[in-house]
């Protein structure tokens, strides 16, 4: 075996100890049939079941094995999808590498087929002659007089209270007894 295998599946923990032990070595998950009589924690995912039951064990290992070919026909028609999604996207970039004038043809026509009357167009994008010179920021603020500075603008609230002086205008506290 070249490659250590993702999950091994176990019928019998007991039997097969020295295996289960080598799996949590090498670290592979293992999946096992655990009956009362083996120690679970030893196990990934331990399915509870009897593992001494020929059925039992016969029906666990079918689904199991039927669940592997699921998977392995869903991994190939992934596959195949993702190898159809690449051959359309190569396709694509070839035809943009191609150049966009065969691109632009096929889908919207040429340029004189979709805009055939392009008169009136020029004088829309002129600017209208009637706005005059364009005004600078510093010609616009300097319409607005001399700035006030905050010192300029806290002087005209009068002189500050303080907290001791705001109290003292409460009153005495009321006494609960």
Sequence with gaps: MGVLPTVIFFADVEKDHIAVMEARKMRVASVALVDTNCNPELIDYPIPGNDDAIRSVRL??????????????????????????????????????????????LVFGTVAEVLPDLGGLETAVEAPSNLGEPETAVDAASDLGEPETAVDAASDLGEPETAVDAASDLGEPERFN
């Design 60 to 105: 666990i290992a079918n689904r199991i094995a039927e669940a592997v070919i699921e998977g392995q026909i869903k991994r190939k028609q992934n596959e195949e999808a993702e190898a159809a999604l690449q051959a359309e996207l190569q396709a694509v970039q070839e035809e943009i590498a191609g150049g966009l004038d065969t691109a632009d043809t």
